[in-house]
């Protein structure tokens, strides 16, 4: 699992694909935060706080992850080389974490030099330091297990065509649904599906660890959710053999 853990992040490196995934991240979420003229702008709001990177960069991940893990099982199958990873002593569940592993691990490179934002802000404050810094570390988890559960559903996605972009459409579907979609339902319907559909909304979790609390009720939805995708994704490989 290891071996295909790193040949993966070497096939990430190799490319394009990982480098300008982060670069994008970075660009984009830097845009928005120093530059462009829009509430998220740091420097306009006047406020000492991360919060607008947290109010971006789940849009951003919405498209950015699915890029990446849109390659994951696509590519084996586009190039003939899924029946000879299959051979391997290696389990469904051991291939699926090596490659979910080295997804997630592009998604941590792309978070770490955010924490560049963080330490200007702490300089640039009237008050040098004065920033919630537990509120900031407990959003910055959330993001990471909101990054987390898009990854695998982006590895789901993959296995289950051959089609590079209908992998990446199929995980921005799923979710966007899972983010937005269920948030909608619930702001549409009345008690008790209206509780239903928030419960079941990644965007709720997220905005509650947003805001610095670290509920166990939080960390065991994504958790949940990770696994559900996972293992969906295990059943997809096992469909060869139906």
């Known amino acids: 699992m290891k071996a295909l853990f790193f040949k993966e992040i070497r096939s ?9 995934a982060i670069i994008v991240f970075l660009l984009t979420t830097g845009m928005f935060l120093w ?30 992850i699915p890029a990446i893990t849109m390659r994951s099982f696509s590519d084996e199958h586009r190039n003939g080389t899924m029946e000879i990873l299959l051979t391997k002593p290696i389990s469904d569940m051991g291939i699926i974490i090596a490659k979910y592993a080295a997804g997630v691990l592009l998604v941590i490179l792309a978070l770490l030099p955010t924490l560049v934002y963080y330490y200007s802000i702490i300089q640039l404050g009237e008050v040098k330091g004065n920033i919630d810094h537990a509120g900031t570390w407990g959003a910055y988890i959330g993001l990471l297990l909101l990054g987390m559960t898009f990854a695998a559903i982006g590895i789901f996605a993959s296995s289950i065509t051959k089609n590079q972009i209908i992998a990446f459409l199929i995980a921005v579907l799923i979710c966007f649904v899972v983010y937005i979609g269920f948030q909608f339902l619930a702001d549409n319907f009345s008690a008790p ?19 610095g609390v670290i509920d166990s009720r939080d960390v065991i939805y994504y958790i949940s959710a990770i696994m559900i995708f996972l293992l969906s994704t295990k059943i997809s490989l096992q469909s060869r053999f139906w």
């Not at 998220?40 to 950015?64: K, R, S």
């Open 12 to 20: 990430f490196l190799n490319s394009l694909v990982g480098y300008l």
């Open 35 to 64: 530059f462009f003229d829009y509430p998220t702008n740091i420097l306009n709001n006047g406020e000492a706080t991360m919060q607008p990177l947290f109010q971006i960069a789940p849009y951003v991940f919405m498209f950015l």
């Open 193 to 211: 599906w209206d509780m239903f559909f928030i419960k079941l909304s990644v965007q709720e979790h997220y905005l509650s660890m947003q805001r």
